[in-house]
């Protein structure tokens, strides 16, 4: 799960290098914390969060499978 | 990435014998002038032949392919992919098992995954190409199924004579749906909100 938001994020940001995926994991839930580059935040967020839907409708999907709910917040 | 150096008489000369070691043609490649040609005295003494660096460019089909792998691999599903590049479109089908995942809810995820690569690989990019994704046929599909929606939600608004207001659809859908019912003159089709929640609504014509 952590591979796949670091996948998506390294392939839209400019500075790859600078992204930082972490994990949290929680009793119910798994949060996955993506960091990028400041002036990258765009590139992962998106017009009125277009992209940072689509990496959390993706990762939902790679989701399904386990029985945790999984969030993925960008900070 | 693959880069050779060439000399010739001319930048011309030199970039032709660079596509011919590469069996690349000049679409496929970037070129750098190193040096430009110069005759040097009396057309002999000092001349220089043009030298240029020659790199061929990896395709857009094969980063878009490259990437989805990396997707489907880090998601545990095997995925069979078939690629065709056409000059503005790139296709992208896929096949295997369990790929009900991909599609998601009214295609949602594949639409998800659709955009992801679309922005990915037209990143930095002077020529951009459109990538369209499909699971098994699942678009040629809703398309159907759309259409049939369509004829029928017509149906019904003009029987009760009252607008019908559709869900929630991508651009793509609602072009669709839009398409099938534009021959019909007893009825028209508008849409109305912001995306993601902009919808079609059908009204009678009186």
Same mark, same amino acid.
């Given at each position: 799960?952590?591979?796949?938001?670091?996948?998506?994020?390294?392939?839209?940001?400019?500075?790859?290098?600078?992204?930082?995926?972490?994990?949290?994991?929680?009793?119910?839930?798994?949060?996955?914390?993506?960091?990028?580059?400041?002036?990258?935040?765009?590139?992962?967020?998106?017009?009125?969060?277009?992209?940072?839907?689509?990496?959390?409708?993706?990762?939902?999907?790679?989701?399904?499978?386990?029985?945790?709910?999984?969030?993925?917040?960008?900070? | 990435?693959?880069?050779?150096?060439?000399?010739?008489?001319?930048?011309?000369?030199?970039?032709?014998?660079? #596509?011919?070691?590469?069996? +690349?043609?000049?679409?496929? &490649?970037? @070129?750098?002038?190193? /040096?430009?040609? =110069? $005759?040097?005295? #009396?057309?002999?003494?000092? +001349?220089?032949?043009?030298? &240029?660096? @020659?790199?061929?460019? /990896?395709?857009? =089909? $094969?980063?878009?392919?490259?990437?989805?792998?990396?997707?489907?691999?880090?998601?545990?599903?095997?995925?069979?992919?078939?690629?065709?590049?056409?000059?503005?479109?790139?296709?992208?089908?896929?096949?295997?098992?369990?790929?009900?995942?991909?599609?998601?809810?009214?295609?949602?995820?594949?639409?998800?995954?659709?955009?992801?690569?679309?922005?990915?690989?037209?990143?930095?990019?002077?020529?951009?190409?459109?990538?369209?994704?499909?699971?098994?046929?699942?678009?040629?599909?809703?398309?159907?199924?759309?259409?049939?929606?369509?004829?029928?939600?017509?149906?019904?608004?003009?029987?009760?004579?009252?607008?019908?207001?559709?869900?929630?659809?991508?651009?793509?859908?609602?072009?669709?749906?839009?398409?099938?019912?534009?021959?019909?003159?007893?009825?028209?089709?508008?849409?109305?909100?912001?995306?993601?929640?902009?919808?079609?609504?059908?009204?009678?014509?009186?």
């Amino acid at each position: 799960m952590k591979e796949l938001v670091e996948i998506l994020a390294k392939a839209l940001v400019d500075q790859p290098e600078k992204v930082n995926v972490n994990l949290v994991e929680k009793e119910k839930s798994i949060i996955i914390e993506l960091k990028v580059a400041s002036e990258d935040m765009g590139k992962v967020i998106g017009k009125q969060g277009r992209i940072a839907r689509a990496i959390r409708t993706v990762v939902k999907a790679a989701a399904t499978r386990h029985k945790k709910k999984v969030m993925v917040e960008i900070i | 990435m693959k880069v050779i150096e060439r000399t010739g008489r001319t930048v011309g000369e030199a970039i032709d014998m660079a #596509l011919q070691d590469m069996r +690349a043609s000049r679409d496929d &490649v970037e @070129v750098e002038v190193i /040096e430009e040609p =110069s $005759k040097g005295i #009396l057309g002999f003494f000092g +001349a220089k032949p043009a030298r &240029v660096k @020659v790199i061929l460019k /990896e395709k857009m =089909s $094969k980063r878009a392919a490259d990437f989805l792998n990396n997707i489907f691999n880090s998601m545990d599903l095997q995925v069979d992919m078939d690629v065709v590049e056409k000059e503005e479109v790139i296709f992208i089908n896929l096949d295997g098992r369990e790929l009900g995942i991909l599609i998601g809810r009214r295609g949602e995820t594949l639409d998800a995954i659709q955009f992801l690569v679309n922005l990915s690989v037209n990143k930095n990019q002077e020529v951009r190409k459109k990538i369209i994704i499909d699971v098994e046929g699942y678009r040629n599909r809703r398309e159907e199924t759309l259409q049939k929606l369509a004829f029928k939600l017509a149906n019904k608004a003009r029987q009760r004579g009252r607008s019908v207001v559709l869900e929630p659809m991508s651009s793509q859908e609602r072009r669709i749906i839009h398409n099938a019912l534009q021959e019909r003159d007893d009825i028209y089709t508008f849409s109305e909100g912001d995306e993601p929640y902009r919808k079609i609504i059908i009204t009678p014509k009186k």
